[in-house]
Nanobody
């Protein structure tokens, strides 16, 4: 059974940083593109960042460009999201996902983690 497990969430003050990790177990996702999404209370799930499995290609939502960095370690089957200069509006549950396609549409992804809470206080 495939599992994606996020970690690294927590409470941080505005302007602070957090690093999220997403580890895959079971069937290998080393050849899958990976993405991060988030969902705030009362809002739809939105795209945050994506990274291709075999190239340095990345994509970011405009709201996080210049503040967040997505990276991956295929040997560890893990993807990371470094979040700097956090703002209260970044507060959400953050989900990682894996899929064959690359992009910001959640329908492109085949597997999802359960999410990790990120709370940014003002």
């Amino acid at each position: 059974q495939v599992q994606l497990v996020e970690s690294g969430g927590g409470l941080v003050q505005a302007g602070g940083s957090l690093r999220l990790s997403c580890a895959a177990s079971g069937r290998t996702f080393s050849t899958y593109n990976r993405g991060w999404f988030r969902q705030a209370p009362g809002k739809e799930r939105e795209f945050v960042a994506a990274i291709a499995w075999s190239t340095p290609r990345t994509n970011y939502a405009d709201s996080v460009k210049g503040r967040f960095t997505i990276s991956r370690d295929n040997a560890k089957n893990t993807v990371y999201l470094q979040m700097n200069s956090l703002k209260p509006e970044d507060t959400a549950v953050y989900y990682c996902a894996a899929g064959k396609a690359f992009g910001g549409d959640p329908r492109m992804y085949d597997a999802w983690g359960r999410g990790t809470q990120v709370t940014v206080s003002s």
